[in-house]
T-cell receptor, first 111, second 116 residues
C-alpha cells in the first residue's frame, strides 16, 4: 500500500464548476500538507500549503486537512480552462525534509 | 529571479551509455532535491542535499545512479550504464531552510530522458 493515494482521474468539468480533489494517506506522522499544480511539460509549482488540520483559503482555492480521517482535499471554485493541469498532493512529517507525493489527478476544465 | 535551471531538457540515448543530468538551484537555496517522475510511480525522491552534503539517498534505485553537488550552485545526477527502464522525467528542486514549516520546493522544468 502506498503512503499517499490519489485518484489519477482524468476529471473533466465545465467552466465555472466546483472541483474537489482528494488524497488519503496512511502515515499519522504527516504534519505538513501541500498541493502542487503541474502543467504539461513543466515542473510542479506550489499552490497551497497547510500545517496540521484545518482549512486554508487563497482566492478560488481552498485546502482542507482532516487528520482524524487521514484525508486532504483541494477545492477549486469557479474553475477556469487555465486550471487544466495535473494536481499533486504532497506531505511530510515534522522531522524530515522529504516530501511524499501522490501520483497526481489530471483535471480538464472545458469552456 | 531565475528559477531552477535544468539541462538538457531532452535526452535520447542508447542503452549502456552514460547520462549526466545537470541542475542549477535558485541562488541562496540550501536544499537541493532530485526526483524522478513516471506514469506508474508518480514523483519519487531520489536524493537530497543540504548545504552540498547528501542527506538521504535511500531513493536512489541502484548503484548505477550517482549524484554530486560540488558547490552551492551546481548538481549532477549520473546514470551509468543507462537502461530502458530509466526512461522518465527527472526533476531538480531547491528550497530555503526556513522555520521548518514553510519550505516550498521550487522545481525546474525537468529533463525528459529516453533510453532506447
Amino acid at each position: 500500500q502506498k503512503e499517499v493515494e490519489q485518484d489519477p482521474g482524468p476529471l473533466s468539468v465545465p467552466e465555472g464548476a466546483i472541483v474537489s480533489l482528494n488524497c488519503t494517506y496512511s502515515n499519522s506522522a504527516f504534519q505538513y500538507f501541500m498541493w502542487y499544480r503541474q502543467y504539461s511539460r513543466k515542473g510542479p509549482e506550489l499552490l497551497m500549503y497547510t500545517y496540521s488540520s484545518g482549512n486554508k483559503e487563497d482566492g478560488r482555492f481552498t485546502a482542507q486537512v482532516d487528520k482524524s480521517s487521514k484525508y486532504i482535499s483541494l477545492f477549486i471554485r469557479d474553475s477556469q480552462p487555465s486550471d487544466s493541469a495535473t494536481y499533486l498532493c504532497a506531505m511530510r512529517s515534522y522531522n524530515t525534509d522529504k516530501l511524499i507525493f501522490g501520483t497526481g489527478t489530471r483535471l480538464q476544465v472545458f469552456p | 529571479d531565475a528559477g531552477v535551471i535544468q539541462s538538457p531538457r531532452h535526452e535520447v540515448t542508447e542503452m549502456g551509455q552514460e547520462v549526466t543530468l545537470r541542475c542549477k538551484p535558485i541562488s541562496g537555496h540550501d536544499y537541493l532535491f532530485w526526483y524522478r517522475q513516471t506514469m506508474m510511480r508518480g514523483l519519487e525522491l531520489l536524493i537530497y542535499f543540504n548545504n552540498n552534503v547528501p542527506i538521504d539517498d535511500s531513493g536512489m534505485p541502484e548503484d548505477r545512479f550517482s549524484a554530486k553537488m560540488p558547490n552551492a550552485s551546481f548538481s549532477t545526477l549520473k546514470i551509468q550504464p543507462s537502461e530502458p527502464r530509466d526512461s522518465a522525467v527527472y526533476f531538480c528542486a531547491s528550497s530555503n531552510e526556513g522555520d521548518g514549516s514553510n519550505q516550498p520546493q521550487h522545481f525546474g522544468d525537468g529533463t525528459r530522458l529516453s533510453i532506447l
